[in-house]
């Protein structure tokens, strides 16, 4: 139809402009504003001025009554994790971002330092308010991580650096997990056949760390993210801060609570 073409006169006029066909107009125009408006969605993707500066589950929608929950615990324990393992002087990134999608990697949660993100492995979480503990503590061992990055010489504290700073790193993330959420239930503190030793860090390093922090106070534990950070870490920081080798402490730490 050429609507350029169509003329409507007055009543006394001719010809008269057929009433059923400005009805079909008027009815083609509302449809086509109506699909011109788009249908609000709850969003996916939230942002705030606390330290979890965007909460994206963009790949995760089933998870995403979570979103909450994810900002309240980071902007809750990521200023806990920066006190407990920091020193005074240190600057950790102020902020940082958590997706949760599926990883192709197939870790349950990585933190990717330079770009100031954590992203968390939907694959292996639920939205479950009885069954939150693995979020929980895999998104505060990840925080860990972010806190304690280098922020001088290099991008982050693992790079070019020997494997006790890989080990020692992972071991301090399980520690701020252990102290901040408990030592119980999953990944809980302890040593077991395939983390034999303080060296093989996650849970075991991270509970020898609780022993020298129950022993030599938290200051110990600040004391080595020191020396991680600025390239300058040997096991003889364990002499000069406890009198006793490293070799010593670790069987001590055995007898003191059993196998841990």
Partial sequence: MDLHRLKIRGAG????????WLALILAAASAAFLCSCSTTQP??????????RKADFTQAPQLKDLTNHARELGDE???KISSLLLDQAAKPPPRFDLIVAPLKSRNTGEAHLSTHRIYLNSDYLTNQAD??????KVFVHEMAHIALQYEVRTKSLWRSDPPAASYWGESLADFARFKLIGTNNWACAECNARL????????CGGAFLLYLDATYGTNLVRQLVYQLQHHSYSDDFF???TGKQLNDLWPRSQ???GPV
């Fill in 13 to 20: 006029g001719s010809p008269a402009f057929p009433q059923h």
């Fill in 43 to 52: 969003s996916t993707v939230t942002e705030s001025p606390g330290p979890v």
């Fill in 77 to 79: 324990m990521y200023p």
């Fill in 131 to 136: 069954r939150l503990e693995k979020f929980d």
């Fill in 196 to 203: 034999p030793h303080c060296s093989s860090g996650y849970m």
């Fill in 239 to 241: 002499a000069a801060a």
């Fill in 255 to 257: 007898k003191r609570h």
